[in-house]
């Protein structure tokens, strides 16, 4: 490491992008560096060979986040801005690992500095910046307050009797847990979840809500007199209040599409460490996201033929084909949600474990899942099939809130991820691969899946790239499938594959747990 008051410079050992094959940007004759910088006025990146980093890759540290990957190997991702409509994501392979902890260090340092240095509109410095406001862009949270602060979108949840209603028995049933006990509700909206605690005895429940629905809120619990004693509506985010007392029990609905998408998941585990007690119930305290490869024509079809209307020569006189390849990838980069025939599955699910009670705020800004299935049928992979599960382990009753195909439907519905690319494969055949979701400030996550599969000696490897915050929101009935495409759905959502429960990474491959295994969480 090279270092003076204006940059530092470190060596590393390939450079590669994220989103192609893996094959490193530079030349493998010379030294690659990274170097941390005021070159341009403001702190950057660049990444580069010779003196001079020539044709160097360059990241504004400003809006730029770096995950680790592995011991010596780091993911730096650049976020969209004015000049750029796109993130960049680029791996970095360090010589070892003492090097790698070096440059994070000094990235984050850099990092920092920017943030507290950064002045406001009147001249004065900043030196108490929300941690919310910190990781989330402005825009995207007005439109996110703006949307849960009104009444009809409250009511659309409200009136999912399968999300309300597990919510109203893992409260009511579990009783014990909440009996003279001190309740956080974390995004309380309506204050529904804070009724429902204070049906089941809790001493006091304060119902945090940065939204304008916090008004509406106040007012529906001071319409419940019998309850209202013992609710304290409190407007603000959760990472800036400040109770008078610690929660025995953490409630919350901080799930989104894909469980993680608008980033509440982050919000609801710094409550956890602000506000809970140690070894406080959270309601619900463990999450999964399920995934298997799907097949379905008519989704791909409908999708690629999308991008027909770019494939005009004379539209009123005009060639439209030099835009037919980007609109293609764009129809193809957005994730979509609807709810499929779980038929449809062509290998049996692999789940990814998230314990709110015990992850870190930071594991949630990068997750990375390996996947491994055993096909099933001789058929076309066109992507991805996920869901989600939240578990109440309450200490009476432990219940389950499922969002899986073939379950009740949820205003959540399912999730797919469609390749550009299919692929084929034949009944017993391993397909691998790896979903990768790097959280953006715009409250979502950007989407990185990858699946293969060995045909003879050929690889056959498709990737795409998708935006969790631009889904394709595809409302259709289920389309009617062929005998020979008709499976036993159970032993797609239930997995029986003897994989090992936790890869190198830690992420676990698991099946849903019987009745017995449920009481023993």
Known sequence: MEENQKQQQFL??????????????????????????????????????GAELSDAVVFNVKISQLFKLGPAESLCVSEANKEKSH???????????????????????????????????????????SKFDDKIEASSAKMYFHYYGQLLHQQNMLQDFVRTGTYYSAVIE???????????????????????????????VYAIEASEMADYARQLIAGNPSLNDRITVIKGKVEDVELPEKADILISEPMGTLLVNERMLESYVIARDRFLVQNGKMFPGVGRIHMAPFNDEY?????????????QQNYFGVDLTPLHGSAYQGYFSQPVVDAFDSRLLVAPAVSHVINFSSVKEEDLYEI?????????????IHGLACWFDVLFNGSTVQRWLTTAPGAPTTHWYQLRCVLPQPLYVMPGQEITGRLHLVAHKAQSYTIYLTLSALVGDMLQTSSVKLDLKEPYYRMSQPQAYSAAQDQNPSQLLQSDMQFPSRDDDGSILMQPPSPNELHSL
């Open 299 to 311: 989704l791909y079809m409908e999708i690629a033929n999308k991008a027909t209307f770019w494939q």
């Open 174 to 204: 579990n009783r014990a847990d909440f009996l003279g006990r001190i309740v956080v509700d974390v995004g309380a909206g309506s204050g529904i979840l804070s009724l429902f605690a204070a049906q089941a005895g809790a001493k006091h």
């Open 12 to 49: 590393v050992s390939s450079v590669s992008e994220l989103t192609s094959s893996s094959s490193s940007l530079f030349s493998k004759t010379e030294p690659v560096f990274a170097r941390l910088s005021l070159d341009s006025g403001s702190p950057e990146l660049r990444i580069g060979q």
């Open 368 to 380: 990375d899942v390996p996947l491994r299935f055993l096909s099933t049928v001789s058929t076309r």
């Open 87 to 129: 993130s960049r994501g680029i791996s970095i392979q360090f010589r070892n690992e003492e090097e790698s902890r070096a440059f994070h260090c000094a990235f984050e340092q850099w990092k920092k500095e920017v943030v507290v240095q950064e002045p406001l509109n009147n001249g004065a410095v900043s030196t108490s910046k």
